[in-house]
């Protein structure tokens, strides 16, 4: 059973920083591209980043330079590492895993004051 649970999330002036955690259960971790994905109110989830089993990162272009998502394997954990937030990152963030069928994580809030 694919566990996903995400920490770190939190309210934090514009121009700072944090960092999101998705600790995940079962062994198809280092197998697995993984991603965060995020939504707003009143707007559709979105991806935000993502990397592939062997490292591979791509990002929005609405977070390029400011975010980094990477992977621990052996801690089974996936971070995103946000700098130079902004009111606009203001959503719930949710950890996936690209299985066959995605999973998702319950999601951690970002909110992000000017």
């Known amino acids: 059973q694919v566990q996903l649970v995400e920490s770190g999330g939190g309210l934090v002036q514009a121009g700072g920083s944090l960092r999101l955690s998705c600790a995940a259960s079962?062994?198809?971790?280092?197998?697995?591209?993984m991603g965060w994905h995020r939504q707003a109110p009143g707007k559709q989830r979105e991806l935000v980043a993502q990397?592939?089993?062997?490292?591979?990162?791509n990002y929005a272009d609405s977070v390029k330079g400011r975010f980094t998502i990477s992977r621990d394997n052996a801690k089974n954990t996936l971070y995103l590492e946000m700098n130079s937030l902004k009111p606009e990152d203001t959503a719930v963030y949710y950890c996936?895993?690209?299985?066959?069928?995605?999973?998702w994580g319950q999601g951690t809030q970002v909110t992000v004051s000017s």
């Open positions: 996936a895993a690209f299985l066959v069928r995605t999973s």
């Open positions: 990397i592939s089993s062997g490292g591979t990162t």
């Open positions: 079962g062994t198809f971790f280092r197998f697995t591209g």
